[in-house]
C-alpha cells in the first residue's frame, strides 16, 4: 500500500495547472475546499483504499496578503493494519505576485517520517531547505532560485490559471517545480476534451493533459500521468490516471465546496 504515496503527491501537484497571469482573477477563492479518492489497481481490480482533502485560505504570511495552501491524504481505516499513511502538505504563496514563499511537507508511512521545510528568498533568489528523515540527521541546504519556480503544491493551483481554451492538440506547456531539494524544468501536453464520469455517477465536460514525470523510486521519466480539468472558469481536476513501476493509480474527485465560480462543465 506504499503506493499511496504517489497518489497523494500525485494529485497534491495536480489539485490546479496552468499559466498564471496576474492581471487575471483567481480561479478559487477562500474557503475553497476538495475531496479525493485515492484508488489502487491490484490484480485487475481498482481498490479504493484512501482520501485526500484540500483546503484554500487567505491570511497574512511574512506581512504580506497570502494564500495558504494545505492538504490532508490518508489511507481508509480498514487498510491502515497493511500500511498506514498520514501525510500533510502545506504552503503559503503570495498572492501579488503568485509566487511560493514557504512549503513543508510532512510523511508519514508505517513506521517512518520525514519532513521536508523550503522556505524562499527572493532578496537572494535561494531556497533554503531543511530535511528530516526518520533516523537520520538534520539535512541543511541552500539552492539556487530561478525565476518563477513553485513549490510541489503552489504548483498546483498555479496550474489552474492556464487558459487551455488557447491551446492546440499536442501542444507543449512548460514549467518549473521544486520537489525533493531539486528545481526541475518539466511540460505538460495538451490532448484536448473528453468527458469524464466519476464514481458518483457525476458526468463533466473536461480538458486532458498528458503530465511529464521525473524518474523516482516509484516513477520512470516520461508523460505516464494524464489529468482531466474541468472545462469551465474553476478548472478543477477531477481525475488523474498514472503508471507507477508496479501497476497504475487513480485519483478521481468526490466532492466540492466554495468554489469561486459555478461547474458549468458538469452535464445533468
Not at 106 to 122: E, I, L, P, R
Not at 241 to 260: A, D, H, Q
Request: with cysteine.
Amino acid at each position: 500500500m506504499s503506493c499511496f504515496r504517489i497518489c497523494t503527491t500525485m494529485v497534491f501537484l495536480l489539485w490546479g495547472l496552468l499559466s498564471f497571469s496576474q492581471e487575471k482573477s483567481f480561479p478559487f477563492s477562500d474557503g475553497e475546499y476538495g475531496k479525493y479518492g485515492v484508488y489502487y489497481n491490484w490484480k485487475f481490480i481498482w481498490v479504493y483504499s484512501g482520501e485526500v482533502d484540500f483546503f484554500t485560505s487567505q491570511v497574512t504570511y511574512r506581512s504580506q496578503d497570502s494564500w495558504h495552501f494545505k492538504a490532508l491524504g490518508k489511507t481508509l481505516k480498514a487498510y491502515d493494519f497493511l500500511y498506514e499513511v498520514r501525510d500533510t502538505f502545506e504552503s503559503y504563496v503570495s498572492v501579488k505576485p503568485f509566487r511560493s514563499l514557504y512549503f513543508r511537507r510532512a510523511m508519514n508511512h508505517g513506521h517512518k517520517s520525514s519532513t521536508h521545510c523550503y522556505s524562499f528568498d527572493y532578496l537572494k533568489n535561494e531556497v533554503n531547505s531543511e530535511i528530516h528523515r526518520h533516523g537520520e540527521k538534520m539535512f541543511h541546504d541552500t539552492l539556487y532560485l530561478p525565476p518563477n519556480t513553485y513549490d510541489l503544491l503552489s504548483t498546483a493551483y498555479y496550474f489552474r490559471s492556464f487558459n487551455f481554451n488557447t491551446y492546440r492538440s499536442g501542444q507543449i506547456v512548460p514549467y518549473r517545480m521544486l520537489v525533493d531539494n531539486v528545481i526541475a524544468d518539466l511540460y505538460f501536453r495538451y490532448l484536448g476534451t473528453e468527458i469524464v464520469k466519476t464514481r458518483n455517477g457525476r458526468s463533466f465536460r473536461c480538458h486532458k493533459v498528458s503530465v511529464k514525470l521525473m524518474q523516482g523510486d516509484f516513477f520512470r521519466e516520461g508523460e505516464y500521468m494524464k489529468v482531466w480539468f474541468t472545462a469551465d472558469k474553476n478548472q478543477v481536476p477531477v481525475q488523474v490516471e498514472t503508471e507507477i513501476l508496479v501497476g497504475s493509480v487513480k485519483v478521481l474527485l468526490l466532492e466540492t465546496k466554495s468554489l469561486r465560480y459555478k461547474l458549468e462543465s458538469e452535464i445533468h
